[in-house]
Each structure stands twice: as structure tokens, then as C-alpha cells.
């Protein structure tokens, strides 16, 4: 793990990139063969498979790989990217939030299998990341 007054120093140098790239440099995630990747999720509202390529939106908005019909929800409410071997959500602005486990984020957050991303009154769990098919 990196100490905090080395990443806060890094953070800083790294800002024109901004928060979300900086950050993933510094987590250094796994090489994987190059290649896009599914990242998949349940709904757990409604039981719903969700696979999208590197990147899903959650939100309101029809454009979102992952919509969610809730009126807690923001159109453009939280993102899921993969970088390398990792998954990372982070809140985009949202209104009322975004939790991972019952906590609530405020910086790019590295999700692991079964990982439970909370947003207004639904609730979407990471099942992890397979090959694009």
C-alpha cells in the first residue's frame, strides 16, 4: 500500500490527469493480455444480467449500460471502468451518492467480485469481469 503523504504528494502532481487516472496509476492493477473485457453485473431489484465492454454508466438515462428506473437515481449517476486487470467505480456527480458496501464514496474505488454498488434505492452487484465475447 502506498503511504498517505506519498500518494497525497502524488495525487497532487498527478491533478492536470485528473482524480480517476491519477488514482488508477497509482494503484498499478494487474497486466492482462490486451483485449477488452465484459464487466458484469446483477440487478438486484429486478435480477437482470448486465454485461458492457471496459466501461457501463448507471443511471437514469437510457443511454447507460445499466439503468435503473428510480427516481434516487440521477440520469448520469455513477460509472464502472476497467483498467487492466481492474474494475473501478466511481460517482459522477450524483445527487445522493454512491455507496459500495454500504460506504459511501467520494474518490475512483477498486471493486472486487460480488461487490454490492449502491445508488438511490437500488442496488447493483459486481459479479467480475470476463473475456468480450
Not at 431489484?45 to 448486465?50: A, E, F, K, P, T
Not at 467505480?89 to 467520494?106: A, F, L, M, P
Not at 477498486?110 to 437500488?122: C, K
Request: proline share 5%.
Amino acid at each position: 500500500m502506498i503511504p498517505e503523504v506519498l500518494r497525497e504528494q502524488t495525487m497532487e502532481l498527478l491533478g492536470a490527469l485528473g482524480a480517476f487516472t491519477a488514482y488508477a496509476v497509482l494503484a498499478k492493477p494487474p497486466r492482462v493480455p490486451r483485449g477488452s473485457a465484459a464487466l458484469v453485473f446483477r440487478v438486484l431489484n429486478d435480477g437482470r444480467i448486465i454485461r458492457a465492454r471496459d466501461e457501463a454508466g448507471i443511471g437514469r438515462s437510457h443511454e447507460h449500460a445499466v439503468i435503473l428506473e428510480d427516481l434516487r437515481v440521477s440520469r448520469n449517476h455513477a460509472r464502472v471502468i476497467r483498467r487492466g486487470a481492474q474494475a473501478w467505480v466511481e460517482d459522477v456527480g450524483s445527487r445522493n451518492g454512491t455507496y459500495v458496501n454500504g460506504r459511501r464514496i467520494d474518490r475512483p474505488t477498486a471493486l472486487r467480485q460480488g461487490d454490492r454498488i449502491e445508488v438511490g434505492t437500488s442496488a447493483v452487484e459486481f459479479l467480475g469481469m470476463q473475456p468480450w465475447k
